[in-house]
Nanobody
Framework: QVQLVESGGGLVQVGGSLRLSCAASGSGFSINAMGWYRQAPGKQRELVARISSGGSTNYADAVRGRFTISRDSAKNTGTLQMYSLKPEDTAVYYC?????????????WGQGTQVTVSS
C-alpha cells in the first residue's frame, strides 16, 4: 500500500503564504503524477495543481501565478507553495498520487489538511 501524509496547513491572513508538504510511504511503488486538490464547505473537490513524473505542471486558473507545485521524486515528497492567499483559498487540501503498485496504477489520497485564510 501507499500512504500519503500532508502537513503544513493552518490559519493565515489574506496575502500571506503557506507551504504544504506531502510524503508518500510504503514499499514497492513508484509515483507517476502528484497533485493537490481542495474542497471547500459545500463544494466539490477540485484540482489545484498537478505535476507529472517528468516535471510538467498544470494549475487551476484560480491559483496560477500564486501557487507553485514541486516534487522530489527520489524522496517521494511533494510540495505546494502558496502565496498571496485569498479567503476563497480556504479549504481542506488533499495530496494525491497516481502510483504504480501491485501491478496496476491507482490513485492514493492523503487525509487532508485545513487551510484557512482570514480577512
Amino acid at each position: 500500500q501507499v500512504q500519503l501524509v500532508e502537513s503544513g496547513g493552518g490559519l493565515v491572513q489574506v496575502g500571506g503564504s503557506l507551504r504544504l508538504s506531502c510524503a508518500a510511504s510504503g514499499s514497492g511503488f513508484s509515483i507517476n503524477a502528484m497533485g493537490w486538490y481542495r474542497q471547500a464547505p459545500g463544494k466539490q473537490r477540485e484540482l489545484v495543481a498537478r505535476i507529472s513524473s517528468g516535471g510538467s505542471t498544470n494549475y487551476a486558473d484560480a491559483v496560477r501565478g500564486r501557487f507553485t507545485i514541486s516534487r522530489d521524486s527520489a524522496k517521494n515528497t511533494g510540495t505546494l507553495q502558496m502565496y498571496s492567499l485569498k479567503p476563497e483559498d480556504t479549504a481542506v487540501y488533499y495530496c494525491n498520487a497516481n502510483a504504480y503498485y501491485g501491478l496496476r496504477n491507482r490513485d492514493y489520497w492523503g487525509q487532508g489538511t485545513q487551510v484557512t485564510v482570514s480577512s
